[in-house]
């Protein structure tokens, strides 16, 4: 929220998301050089985080509560790309609907466009090295990027405000958090699961030439349809 | 919609013939001032200033813009009572008589000087989203030097948020029409219905627009005939009162920089 962090912090948080996000960039440079039918995909996947990141529940520590959506654009395009998704989103909260802010975006980009998708990644890619099923992957990676995000938004909240402790300021920000939060992030993995099966289902090249299923997946969701 | 209506604004509104460059200028920098401020007194003052600035000057009506502001006042003030329980050691000014809570000189201090943040930024905020177009913003950005692709996406992005949004209210229409929200359990499933084909939807139909453009020589960017504005269309008065105001502004900081409503003994 603007206003929340003291200056120093603000100033902390920009130096620290700034390189991810140029990584970012270069990254989807990349992808769109080599495939510019994927522009439409990304700009959905990013107005698909704005839509969920508005719907905001108030919680009494400084930031809202809401849905991500950022494990989908993770899934599908890599952190890197995720981050500048997530900060484009950020800076149109901040300017369209006043949400956010523009001296919390650092923090807010760390928090909600690195860590999130960069867990989101992690996980998926990780239940597919260990031939776990597709969609039980992306169910986890949204719904763990969507914890994280908080859990390090109670990190950075207590960095900034550490009274009386860290430890004692975390513990406070974590139980209100946890509150509203894992309903949230369950619903929000069901609804990413429910997207994602209907990708596959259409536009399974899409999928596999961004390396997201392998062309096994890709036979046996054919033969289902 | 909400996000309807606050874009008609920033289209429409006393102030939308102003230098983009300077309004932007002019609450990035006040901003900022009520980010450094250690005292809750210039935060308040640019709160005040600000939506004056907002009421009389750009016009928007006061009934909008203060159910605009309630929301994050909410917000402010839950979070206000929070730090000033939960985040003082000193002197308890105020017990509660429940589980040994108590409001601390420094906590209410320390979740006064938050929420007056908090409502100064918010309203600098205010005034950037309710004055300054969207596509203008573009056109500022486009001239610091972002990356094309981002502008692009973003472009893409600003314009597929509405189609969402349309999406949304056809597809919650057609289904009230078949009675699909007329119990709770079709209301889930509606919900459920309306949730899943939402994205494939706005999916195809950006990538309908985004085909249809490209056959159009589209090439990443939306050349408009507008002219550039410069710095120096802000014109000498505006500029100086705008820097009178800032160096006021830090003035007071400096002044205030002390005040606290509970001394901490």
Known sequence: MEGFLPWQWCLFWYIVAMPVVAYGVIQIKKITDKQPESKPLLAVSGAFVFILSSLKLPSVTGSCSHPTGTGLGAVLFGPAAASVLGAIVLVFQAIL?????????????????????????????????????????????????????????????????????????????????????????????????????????LKPDILENLKVIGPKVKEKVQAVV | MFENTLDNYAHHNGLKDTNTLFKVLFAISTMLVSLISISPVVPLIITLVMSFIIIFFAKIPWKFYLKFLFIPFVFAFITFIFMSI????????????FFNLAVTADGFNLGFLVLARIMGGFTCLAFLALTIPMTELFSELERIKIPQIVLELAMLMYRYIFVFLDEAMNMYHAQETRMGYISLKKSFKSMGMLASNLFIRTWLKGEKAYFAMESRCYNGSIRTLKEPESLRNIGVRNLCLFITFEILLLLGVYLTGSFRIFEIV
Not at chain 1, 98 to 123: D, K, R, Y
Not at chain 1, 171 to 187: G, K, S
Not at chain 2, 86 to 97: M, P, T
């Open chain 1, 97 to 201: 609907l006043a949400h956010g802010g523009i001296t919390t975006l650092g923090a807010n980009i760390f928090s909600m466009g690195i860590i999130g998708p960069l867990v989101a990644w992690l996980v998926y890619k990780g239940i597919q090295k260990a031939n776990g099923p597709t969609l039980l992957g992306v169910f986890l990676a949204a719904a763990l990027a969507d914890l994280m995000t908080y859990v390090t938004t109670a990190i950075q909240l207590s960095l900034a405000f550490p009274v009386p402790s860290f430890g004692m300021a975390f513990n406070n920000f974590m139980w209100i958090f946890a509150i509203t939060q894992i309903p949230l992030a369950i619903a929000e993995g069901l609804l990413t699961v429910v997207i994602f099966d209907y990708i596959m289902k």
């Open chain 2, 86 to 97: 939960f985040f003082g050691v000193g002197a308890h000014i105020l017990e509660l008589g």
